[in-house]
């Protein structure tokens, strides 16, 4: 099973950017990052397939995160700009298995997560 390392959390500013990196242990067909708030359930917030032609990416972060690769350092990133305090939750890079890419049982593999706080 793919192993995955997250890392990049902290504290911003609303306003602020943070770029989060997941490191898988083996190159994956697809990634995705989730998020989970505390008393809420855990959402989708962007996919990418590993040769990086398709994106997609939850409403709530259109026009401000970007997900990306660097297939050099077998990375994925998740550039977030434009910070809000709704952004407030640990962040979890996760291995696409099959099926829909926004539901949680699509992904067989979870990284430990970041924390990201966001002050208003």
């Known amino acids: 099973q793919v192993q995955l390392v997250e890392s990049g959390g902290g504290l911003v500013q609303a306003g602020g950017s943070l770029r989060l990196s997941c490191v898988p242990s083996?190159?994956?067909?697809?990634l995705a990052w989730f998020r989970q708030a505390p008393g809420k359930e855990r959402e989708f917030v962007a996919y990418?397939?590993?040769?990086?032609?398709?994106?997609y990416y939850a409403d709530s972060a259109k026009g401000r995160f970007t997900i990306s690769r660097d297939n050099a350092k077998n990375t994925v990133y998740l550039e977030m700009n434009n910070l809000k305090p709704e952004d407030t939750a640990t962040y979890y890079c996760?291995?696409?298995?099959?099926?829909?890419?926004?539901?949680?049982?699509?992904?067989?593999?979870w990284g430990q997560g970041v924390q990201v706080t966001v002050s208003s």
């Open positions: 990418i397939r590993t040769n990086g032609a398709v994106t």
């Open positions: 083996e190159r994956p067909y697809a």
């Open positions: 996760a291995n696409y298995r099959s099926d829909s890419i926004s539901v949680v049982p699509s992904y067989d593999a």
